[in-house]
């Protein structure tokens, strides 16, 4: 069973920093795209950056030049450097991945990023 382990969330005054960490265990394969995405109340929930295991990246228009998605040393392991924070990233962000060989798509069970104005 793929889980998917985020932590790194907080509250953090505008301009500020955050970094977002994934890593996802319970399975043998190898991330094909890992990723994250986030959720605004009462808004859907939109790209923030994915990176595909060749190392291409993409991001969300509203995130380009401040956030930064990366590889972890460790198998399977994402982050995301959250830099010049705006109230208007305060979301829940969801790690997201899909493994070579396997149809599913995965999330993580959200973790809360609050920025103060």
């Known amino acids: 069973q793929v889980q998917l382990v985020e932590s790194g969330g907080g509250l953090v005054q505008a301009a500020g920093s955050l970094r977002l960490s994934c890593a996802a265990s319970?399975?043998?394969?190898?991330?094909?795209?890992m990723g994250w995405y986030r959720q605004a109340p009462g808004k859907q929930r939109e790209l923030v950056a994915t990176m595909h295991s060749v190392g291409t990246t993409n991001y969300g228009n509203s995130v380009k030049g401040r956030f930064t998605i990366s590889a972890g040393d460790a198998r399977n392991t994402v982050y995301l450097q959250m830099n010049s924070l705006k109230p208007q990233d305060t979301a829940v962000y969801y790690c997201?991945?899909?493994?070579?060989?396997?149809?599913?798509?995965?999330w993580g069970p959200g973790s809360q990023v609050t920025v103060s104005s």
């Open positions: 997201n991945a899909r493994f070579y060989g396997d149809t599913n798509t995965y």
């Open positions: 319970g399975n043998t394969l190898s991330a094909e795209t």
